[in-house]
């Protein structure tokens, strides 16, 4: 079973589109025609971004660490 993580998204409303990011992830934006495109959109900018890091950061040392 696959483990899901939620991100808070910020969302904005401009004359031509809808614009989100996440605040946590810079770099981590799209934008689409719709609230529901673009919230569907940054779905895959969150995955993209994610797997893009994972293979920046293969070659070094990493830990996790538990919040509460």
């Known amino acids: 079973m696959e483990a899901f993580t939620k991100y808070k998204v910020n969302l904005k409303k401009t004359e031509e ?5 996440v605040h946590g992830l810079p770099g981590c934006w799209t934008q689409s025609q719709t609230e529901k495109e673009a919230l569907e959109n940054i779905k895959d ?3 993209t971004y994610l797997e ?3 293979e920046l950061s293969k070659d070094k040392v990493s ?3 538990e919040v509460e």
């Open 45 to 47: 900018a969150i995955k």
């Open 63 to 65: 830990r996790y660490v």
């Open 52 to 54: 893009t890091i994972d």
């Open 17 to 21: 589109s809808y614009a989100v990011w």
